[in-house]
T-cell receptor, first 114, second 115 residues
């Protein structure tokens, strides 16, 4: 089945630790996105990538980093500089980065602080 | 004023009722409008996707866009307990410039359909 796979479903971070969230898609989509969802808030864009080896900061990129070495993969690293990392992280993809292409989401990773 | 306003609910209706979910927005540049359904501990699932003003129907779901009023709606007919979820509206500007892809989301409305 085609889709977006995020792993792990739950992740715990210790103080001062970097953690990496995985996102893989087999939809052959060019564009991929990372969002953060907090209770009572809308989804906020962290980073996006329209094509391999290229990515751009979203609205809340501070404390996060990404890479896009392969079309199907867009991992997100939550660094120790992100002081409030507890949230639900969602990865999305779309056929291209154009405004007329709907975004489809994975089932998320919930990150908590130990 | 928030860019996209959506009543958070919760909204509770009996099975079989017609449900109306709404969002208002302030940015007249928005051209593409989406509704997502999100079950607890899951990612959002695209329900409806419309361009500009007008209506779109898909089964029990109807999306309406009124750009003159900056108002979008999602109607659910013959609501079922399986429709119980949080519904998110989202929108993006048109064109091909920087940020044209970027979605702006409402905060979501939590719906419960009671058997």
């Amino acid at each position: 089945d085609g889709g977006i796979t995020q792993s792990p479903k739950y992740l715990f971070r210790k103080e001062g630790q970097n953690v990496t969230l995985s996102c893989e898609q087999n939809l052959n989509h060019d564009a991929m996105y990372w969002y953060r969802q907090d209770p009572g808030q809308g989804l906020r864009l962290i980073y996006y990538s329209q094509i391999v080896n290229d990515f751009q900061k979203g609205d809340i990129a501070e404390g996060y980093s990404v890479s896009r070495e392969k079309k199907e993969s867009f991992p997100l690293t939550v660094t120790s500089a992100q002081k409030n990392p507890t949230a639900f992280y969602l990865c999305a993809s779309s056929m291209s980065g154009g405004s007329n292409q709907p975004q489809h989401f994975g089932d998320g990773t919930r990150l908590s602080i130990l | 004023q928030k860019e996209v306003e959506q009543d958070p609910g919760p909204l509770s209706v009996p099975e079989g009722a017609i449900v109306s979910l709404n969002c208002t927005y302030s940015n007249s540049a928005f051209q593409y409008f989406m509704w997502y359904r999100q079950y607890s501990r899951k990612g959002p699932e695209l329900l409806m996707y419309t361009y500009s003003s007008g209506n779109k129907e898909d089964g029990r779901f109807t999306a309406q866009v009124d750009k003159s009023s900056k108002y979008i709606s999602l109607f659910i007919r013959d609501s079922q307990p399986s429709d119980s979820a949080t519904y998110l509206c989202a929108m993006s500007p048109g064109g091909s410039g920087a940020g044209s892809y970027q979605l702006t989301f409402g905060k979501g409305t939590k719906l419960s359909v009671i058997p």
